[in-house]
RNA sequence: GGAAGUAUGGUGUAAUGGUAGCACAACAGAUUUUGGUUCUGUUUGUCGUGGUUCGAAUCCACGUACUUCUACCA
C-alpha cells in the first residue's frame, strides 16, 4: 500500500540562489507594499552579448516569478556614445530571448525630474558648482588610501551655484568648464563619496530630447532615482557596482526627503543587489575590444557567429532555450567566476537534440561505388527527422550506385577499434544497405597515393524490415548522399576565436608587458586563433533546399548546423553551431 | 598604506549549526541503423591556523589568495 506513495515522484526542490532569498524576505517583510519590480537598463551604445543575457535572465526572470513587471529602460545619459539604431537591436535580442518587458523607458525621461532635484539639492547645500578643471579635480581626490581635498568653490553660496548650473545647461557655457557636483565627503574610504559629479555641460543635442539639454546627468546621479520614481523595488546589477550602492541609496534618500515621501527611509525604497558577471573560457566580452575586432575586419561584423554578442548566437544557431537553460546552469553568486565553454555547449547540444531534424551532409567527401547496385538503378527510403521527437515525421531520401561518404570513414590501415570501413570490414549506411569492402583491391589511388575511389558491394536483403535486415556486424554506421542526388553547400565550419581559456586576462597582461596602457589589435592578434572559420564544400541531400535560415539542423554524425541568412535554394550555406560529442579516439 | 566583496572536487553550483549533494568535464561499461542520445558505475572537494559548540563548509578571530574602487563612461 506504500507503493502508490513512492511511485509519486517528490517535487523537485531547486533550491534559491540568494537574489531569490532576498527577494523572498523582503517581501515577508512586507516592503514597498509586498510588489516586485525589476528593470533592464542597457546602454544603448553597442550590441547585446551573452554577458548582457544573464542580467536579463534574471531581470526579467525574477519579475516574472514574483508577479511583478521589468521594464526595459534605456540608459541614456550620454548622447556622445548612444544611438537609436541600438535601442532596435537591444530590443529585438531580448524579445528572441523570449521576455517581455511592462514598458519601454529612458532615462532622458527624467531629465526635467532629475534637473529640479539638483536645483533642491543645491538649495539645501547638498551639492554645488565647481569650476575646476577636470585635472584639478581629479588631484584633488586623492587615492584610495588617502584622502582628498576639498574643493575651494565646495562652500560657496547657494545663489552662486545656482546661477551657473543655470549657465551650464545654456549652451553657451564650454564644456568641461564646471561641473556640478555633490557635497558628501572628501575623506571617505569609498571614492564614490569624494564629491562625486553629478552633471557636465556636453553642449550636444540628444538623440531624444533633442536641443533641450546642455548639461547632462552622470550615471550615478540618475539611476536610484530612476529607480525610486519608477516603483523599482529589486535594482540588480553586476559585482563592480557594490562600492556605488552607498552612493545608490544615498541619492534615492536625498530624492525621498525632497519629495516628501513619508514613508519610512527604508521602505518604498528601491534595494540594489549585486550578482557575479559572467565569464565564459574562450570569449572576451569587453565591448571596446569587440569594436576593435569588428573594425580591423577580424570578424565580419557584429553578428558574426564567433562573437560573442546575442545576434551572433542567433545566427549562429544556439537556441534561447539552450542558452537560457546555460544561465540557469551556472547560477548567481557573488564569486567571480570563469565558466567553461564545455558547459555553455552541453546545454546548447541537450536543447538542440530535442529540436534540431536530421539531415546528411558529407563534408570530407570521397566517392563509394557499390559495385553489385546497377548502374541506373535508384531506390527511395523514408528517413526519420528526429528520433527524439516523432512528432517531426519524415522524409524521403535517394540511393543509387555512386556515393559520397566521409574520407574519415575509410581506412586502409586501421587501429584495432576502427569500426568503419576498410578492407574486409562491413559498415551499415544508414537508412540502407550494410556493405563489404573486398580484402584486396577495394580502392583506387591517383599518382600520389590519395584515395579517389571506394568499392563495397552490398548484402541483400540487409535493409530495414528485410529478411537479414538484423545481421550483427562489428561496423558502425556510416552516413552518405547519392552523387546523382545531392546538392552541393558551403559550409562555414567555426572553432574558437581565442587560443588561450581567458582572453580576458591574457591580453590584457600581454599588453601591459608590452609597455602599453591600452589593449590594440596587435595584442589581441597575438591570442587569436588564424584558423577560426574554414569555409568549405559539401554535398548535401537534397531536402536541405527546403531549410530556411536559422533552422536547427544535425548533419548526423558530425554536428548541429543552421542555414545562414544569406543562404538560398541555390546556393546553400550552412552555419555550424556546434559538433556533436566525440567519444571516438584513436 | 585604505575600503568593500569573495573563497566547497579540474570547472560551476547546493547544503543557511546536524549524512558534503548536483551538473559539466574525465574514466569504465550497457544499449544504439548517429562513436550522438539514453542508462549504469568510478575518480576527485570544504584556502590555512586557532577558537566557540555535543556537533562547524556554515558562527568568531587572525592569516593567505583573488576581485573591485582613484572616468566630466555606464
Not at 50 to 75: P, Q, S, T, W
Not at 107 to 112: H, N, R
Not at 448 to 462: F, K, M, Q, R
Request: with cysteine; charged share 30%.
Amino acid at each position: 500500500m506504500d507503493k502508490n506513495m513512492e511511485a509519486v515522484a517528490p517535487e523537485e526542490k531547486k533550491s534559491l540562489n540568494f537574489i531569490e532569498q532576498k527577494i523572498e524576505a523582503d517581501l515577508a517583510e512586507g516592503k514597498n507594499g509586498g510588489k516586485v519590480q525589476t528593470r533592464f537598463p542597457p546602454e544603448p551604445n553597442g550590441y547585446l552579448h551573452i554577458g548582457h543575457a544573464k542580467a536579463i535572465a534574471l531581470d526579467f526572470g525574477m519579475a516574472e516569478k514574483y508577479g511583478g513587471v521589468c521594464n526595459l529602460r534605456m540608459d541614456d545619459t550620454n548622447p556622445q556614445k548612444e544611438d537609436m539604431e541600438y535601442v532596435n537591436a537591444i530590443k529585438r535580442d531580448i524579445e528572441w530571448l523570449g521576455f517581455k518587458w511592462g514598458n519601454i523607458l529612458y532615462a532622458s525621461d527624467y531629465f526635467q525630474q532629475l534637473w529640479d532635484l539638483a536645483v533642491e539639492l543645491i538649495k539645501r547645500g547638498k551639492a554645488y558648482v565647481d569650476e575646476q578643471t577636470a585635472e584639478e579635480i581629479a588631484a584633488q581626490k586623492g587615492t584610495p588610501t588617502q584622502p582628498g581635498q576639498n574643493s575651494p568653490y565646495r562652500d560657496r553660496p547657494v545663489e552662486e551655484s545656482l546661477k551657473l548650473f543655470n549657465e551650464m545647461n545654456s549652451g553657451k557655457m564650454e564644456p568641461g568648464k564646471m561641473v556640478l557636483r555633490a557635497k558628501i565627503d572628501m575623506a571617505s574610504d569609498n571614492m564614490h563619496f569624494r564629491d562625486p559629479i553629478m552633471y557636465r555641460v556636453m553642449n550636444m543635442p540628444h538623440w531624444r530630447t533633442g536641443n533641450t539639454w546642455n548639461a547632462y546627468p552622470m550615471y550615478d546621479y540618475t539611476h536610484g532615482q530612476c529607480d525610486y520614481w519608477e516603483g523599482v523595488t529589486h535594482s540588480l546589477c553586476t559585482l563592480e557596482f557594490v562600492s556605488h550602492r552607498p552612493l545608490y541609496d544615498l541619492f534615492v534618500d536625498w530624492a525621498k526627503e525632497v519629495a516628501g515621501d513619508d514613508k519610512p527611509m527604508d521602505d518604498n525604497r528601491p534595494r540594489q543587489t549585486e550578482f557575479n558577471k559572467l565569464n565564459l573560457t574562450h570569449i572576451l566580452l569587453s565591448k571596446r575590444n569587440l569594436l576593435m575586432l569588428v573594425n580591423e575586419g577580424v570578424v565580419n561584423g557584429w553578428d558574426d557567429p564567433r562573437m560573442p554578442t546575442i545576434s551572433a548566437f542567433r545566427r549562429r544557431g544556439y537556441s534561447p532555450e539552450g542558452i537560457k537553460a546555460f544561465i540557469d546552469k551556472i547560477g548567481y553568486t557573488k564569486f567571480d567566476a570563469l565558466n567553461q565553454m564545455s558547459l555553455f555547449e552541453s546545454a546548447v547540444r541537450d536543447d538542440l537534440n530535442k529540436r534540431a531534424q536530421r539531415v546528411s551532409a558529407v563534408l570530407n567527401p570521397v566517392k563509394l561505388v557499390i559495385t553489385n547496385f546497377p548502374e541506373d538503378a535508384v531506390e527511395t527510403y523514408t528517413a526519420i527527422n528526429n528520433p527524439e521527437n516523432e512528432a517531426d515525421g519524415t522524409h524521403e531520401i535517394e540511393f543509387s550506385r555512386e556515393l559520397w561518404i566521409e574520407r574519415d570513414d575509410f581506412m586502409e590501415d586501421a587501429p584495432k577499434k576502427f569500426f568503419r570501413l576498410g578492407p574486409g570490414k562491413e559498415v551499415r549506411l544508414k537508412n540502407s544497405y550494410i556493405v563489404r569492402c573486398p580484402e584486396e583491391n577495394c580502392c583506387k589511388k591517383d599518382a600520389d597515393g590519395n584515395i579517389v575511389e571506394i568499392y563495397a558491394e552490398l548484402i541483400p536483403e540487409t535493409k530495414t524490415g528485410e529478411a537479414n535486415c538484423n545481421m550483427k556486424i562489428k561496423g558502425k554506421t556510416i552516413h552518405w548522399v547519392s552523387c546523382k542526388h545531392c546538392v552541393e553547400a558551403e559550409v562555414r565550419n567555426y572553432d574558437r576565436l581565442w587560443m588561450v581559456e581567458n582572453p580576458r586576462d591574457e591580453v590584457s597582461n600581454y599588453s601591459k608587458e608590452q609597455g602599453k596602457n591600452r589593449i590594440d589589435i596587435e595584442d589581441m592578434r597575438k591570442f587569436i586563433n588564424p584558423e577560426s572559420l574554414e569555409i568549405k564544400k559539401a554535398y548535401v541531400e537534397k531536402w536541405c533546399t527546403t531549410k530556411k535560415p536559422l533552422d536547427y539542423l544535425q548533419f548526423q554524425r558530425i554536428g548541429y548546423y543552421t542555414p545562414d541568412y544569406d543562404s538560398t535554394p541555390e546556393h546553400l550555406i550552412f552555419n555550424k553551431t556546434v559538433g556533436l560529442k566525440d567519444n571516438w579516439k584513436k
